[in-house]
């Protein structure tokens, strides 16, 4: 997967007047700087070699369908008029630098759009850390009350439920198309800014290829169009003919007319998911970073026949199936059948590629995968298993409370994108500089691990002088190597020792009396108005431990 730039990421923003999330996730493939390792999953889109018969049979369906009509333009906001809904959404994220409390309620407004089964459909981050959701059909001066039934951050798409019988009167669903072709038009529907009535701008497809993902920070496939689609379009349907082509979601920073819809395919394993599991199941990825080999060189130095092309592998993440199967230096040669170019590319529709990994997209979780490699000179043939894979660093979290342990005045928190995000849009360059590398490049070495920081100090007579130490990960607890924050809680919690001993990063380390300091614990929280001395998840956790000992 070809990673994108700093400078490119931040052009890219979600269609709602919410502020946009992480640009990063540790997990897939990357074809240049091992930066950025997004995942992919599972279409519906049917990969072939294209023949000059086929190419032909292409063009003309293409131009068949690229003949589109001022008609065309009316049918669509016909469809629209009884299908496409506003949303209103209020929501409150948390403070991650003081993960108790949450930051002020605020309200957004999105588009969304009805589809078989009485569900709607919209962008995930129109409904983000949501607490209350409305919708109103085109035409009613009547709000009605919405679930959100599921939610796909990495996709950037939700489905709402609406209880009222009322709402569903009059209401028409809107079928699925296809991906269309180069320069055909589609009609993008929706409640954008500037108005209160339902707006239809007409564009034409000008490129169809793996995006970077703003919401989601995962890079998947997306249709770019030449229609404006501006805050509060998120969630509204692109239409072409009378069917949809594509939910728009976001658009290019500093470009005019350039915007983004999320393709039928990655809708379809979006809802395919949800339908046979009843939840949202993510998207496999094979947890490598490979390296392309357009250098004749590197080709030879792998011993790599004229014939042959493929990527190099130049890491594996430990917890996918590919770590016990793969090595380092193999040259991937192929996946299930299909040969793969030296620039990690592989034939899509007429004459156009696209990067290799949108193959692994086509599989769903626990589906194996052929891959043919170069190992020493010589080919083999592997079965790999495809999961979604976590990264060591969460890239986003949305939709749930961050953890948090406090133990002496001392605020431990598991390393997360979000947290950084707190030093402000320019998080990158002002955020810990040894925090942000290893959030956006080490990998976990085992499930549930997390990289847990000395978030702050609330000054007290008992961590005086240990202010200075925040912001650093903390490494062992008497003498134990910590696995995550749940872990941390537990080693302090029941410590049995007269004296704690936290070791952190740079060789730096607290000692504690330990019943002076869970004395004083008490004292801070109260002083600092906080309700409990960690999260509800871990207090959970501490309560199951306790009712398994008491039996």
Known sequence: MLSCSIRTLRRLKCCCNKRWSSLFLA?????????????????????????????QSSLRQWRRRSLYTVTDTYEAIELALDSVVKIFTVSSSPNYFLPWQNKSQRETMGSGFVIPGKKILTNAHVVA??????????GSPTKYRAEVQAVGHECD???????????????????????????????????PQGGDNISVTKGVVSRVEPTQYVHGATQ?????????INPGNSGGPAIMGNKVAGVAFQNLSGAENIGYIIPVPVIKHFIAGIEESGKYMGFCSMGLSCQPTENV????????????????????????????VLKKDDVILEFDGVPIANDGTVPFRNRE?????????????????LVKVLRNGEEHAFTITLQPLQPLVPVHQFDKLPSYYIFAGLVFVPLTQPYLHEYGEDWYNTSPRRLCERALRELPKR??????????????????????????Q????????????????????????????????DDRLVALNYESARIATSRILERHRIPSRMSVDLLSEQNSLLMDSAE
């Open 27 to 55: 997990k897939g493939y990357c074809f240049s700087k091992p930066k950025v390792v997004p995942s992919f999953c599972n279409t519906d889109i049917k990969f072939s070699r294209f023949y000059v018969g086929e190419r």
């Open 129 to 138: 850390d949501h607490t209350f959701v409305l919708v109103r059909k085109h």
């Open 157 to 191: 798409l939700a489905i709402l439920v609406v209880e009222s019988p009322e709402f569903w009167e009059g209401m028409n669903f809107l079928e699925l198309g296809d991906i269309p072709f180069l320069q055909e038009a589609v009609a993008v529907v929706g409640y």
């Open 220 to 228: 998947l496939m997306a249709i770019q169009i030449d229609a404006a």
């Open 297 to 324: 060189q590197l080709r030879n130095h792998f011993k790599m026949q004229p014939h042959m092309t493929g990527v190099l592998v130049s890491k594996i993440n430990p917890l996918s199936d590919a770590y016990g």
């Open 353 to 369: 590629r696209i990067t290799f990994d949108h193959l692994v997209s086509m599989k769903k979780p626990n589906e194996t995968a």
């Open 447 to 472: 499930a549930g691990e997390q990289l847990v920081i000395l978030s702050q100090v609330l000054m007290d007579d008992i961590n005086a002088g240990y202010e200075r130490l925040a912001e650093l």
């Open 474 to 505: 903390v490494k062992k607890v008497n003498g134990i190597e910590i696995k995550n924050l749940k872990h941390l809680c537990q080693l302090v919690e029941n410590c049995s020792r007269e004296s704690l001993r936290i070791d952190l990063d």
